[in-house]
């Protein structure tokens, strides 16, 4: 479903993803764990596209783009095959939840409005907010706000979701019902890159655990391998201070 060749990136003369390797399966759920600052976020940036690469390969289902001579219309077909979840959620502050989530159907993916409108609100349900179709960001809770940005991601139909450390920005009160949307999701088979510090979460709905560590991917392996004999000793130390 998705294959990363040799991805570099560097913002000036500081190299971040130093010649990243990873495949996920279709249908696979695979959580990227990693100190703060080790690249997480900007390998997920950098596979829907939101920065650019400077060498490397990208796959997602059938579009491929070679990140040294990217071509506009591979990125643009690739960035249609993702839909990433936010730390801060991203709605538009003046639109209601059913809005932001029928936007991307209706305008990128010209979708008829009602069967958008008919879409969106079954997304909205699935994700527990069939009663706030038409609040704003501003009178939703942030745990709301991150259901509400699911919902969006769901919408598209993507090949992948990406979630950025989609609870991170939460109290800790609102995490669970985040989870539990994200968990009820991963049980339906859909394929999920999760950049996450919830170490629990990550070791109950992801089957595989990537690892790294300064812009590398230092380990990875199944969940269950992974948290009870971790073979490097940078993963050991990481997960000594997690958990
Ligand atoms: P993580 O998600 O693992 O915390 P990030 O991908 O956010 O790591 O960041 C990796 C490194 O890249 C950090 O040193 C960060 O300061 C740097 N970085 C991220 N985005 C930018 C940017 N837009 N400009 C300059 N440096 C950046």
Redesign the pocket.
């Given at each position: 479903m998705i294959a990363l060749k040799e991805i570099r990136k560097s913002?000036?003369r500081?190299e971040?993803l130093k010649g990243i390797d990873l495949e996920v399966e279709k249908g696979e759920v695979v959580a990227i764990l990693?100190?703060?600052?080790?690249?997480?976020?900007?390998?997920l940036r950098c596979i829907n596209y939101l920065?650019r690469p400077g060498s490397g390969r990208i796959r997602i289902g059938d579009v491929a783009v070679d990140c040294g001579h990217p071509s506009k219309k591979e990125i643009h077909r690739l960035r249609g095959r993702s839909a990433m979840v936010f730390q801060q959620y991203h709605l538009f502050r003046h639109k209601t939840a059913l809005q932001n989530v029928m936007e991307g159907l209706v305008v990128v993916q010209n979708v008829p409005k009602e069967e958008a409108r008919q879409r969106s609100v079954e997304l909205l349900e699935k994700v527990g907010l069939g009663a706030k179709l038409d609040a704003y960001p501003s009178q939703l809770s942030g745990g709301q706000q991150q259901r509400v940005g699911i919902a969006r991601a769901l919408a598209l139909n993507p090949d992948v979701i990406l979630f950025d450390?989609p609870t991170s920005a939460l109290d800790p009160e609102l995490v669970g019902e985040v989870l539990a949307v994200i968990r009820k999701i991963a049980r339906e088979g859909i394929t999920m890159i999760i950049?996450t510090h919830e170490m629990a979460f990550a070791q109950e709905v992801a089957s595989r655990i990537v690892f790294?560590d300064d812009?590398a991917v230092i380990e990875e392996g199944a969940a269950s391998e992974f948290f009870r004999s971790p073979r490097e000793e940078r993963t050991r130390q990481f997960l000594r201070r997690m958990t």
């Open positions: 913002f000036g500081h971040v990693g100190p703060s600052g080790s690249g997480k976020t900007t390998l920065e450390e950049v790294m812009g």
